[in-house]
């Protein structure tokens, strides 16, 4: 089995930063692709952005594009995303989700591990 572990979600103002972190591990670390979606009370699961782990090629949701980055560590089979210019509406549970094969799908579906999700709140 794989797991997933989020990290550094947290309280922050608008405008400020904050870095998550997604720990794999097991089978997890398989993935092809990694991603992050975001979660907010009466809403969808929401695609955030997602990276390859050997090319490093990265997608974007349109509601962050320019603000956030993901990036991959290999050696630590870490995958972060830092958030940059946080808006109140970033406000939502942030997930760390494992593909079940190659794929840039924004769909949730494209993805079979997830993790718990870590808080990210965005005071106005």
């Known amino acids: 089995q794989g797991q997933l572990v989020e990290s550094g979600g947290g309280l922050v103002q608008t405008g400020g930063s904050l870095r998550l972190s997604c720990a794999a591990s097991g089978r997890a670390f398989s993935s092809p692709t990694m991603g992050w979606f975001r979660q907010a009370p009466g809403k969808e699961r929401e695609f955030v952005a997602s990276?390859?782990?050997?090319?490093?090629?990265?997608d974007y949701g349109d509601s962050v594009k320019g603000r956030f980055i993901i990036s991959r560590d290999n050696a630590k089979n870490t995958v972060y995303l830092q958030m940059n210019s946080l808006k109140p509406e970033d406000t939502a549970i942030y997930y760390c989700a494992g593909s079940y094969s190659a794929t840039r799908s924004p769909a949730p579906n494209a993805y079979r591990y997830w993790g718990q999700g870590t808080q990210v709140t965005v005071s106005e």
């Open positions: 990276i390859t782990w050997r090319s490093g090629v990265t």
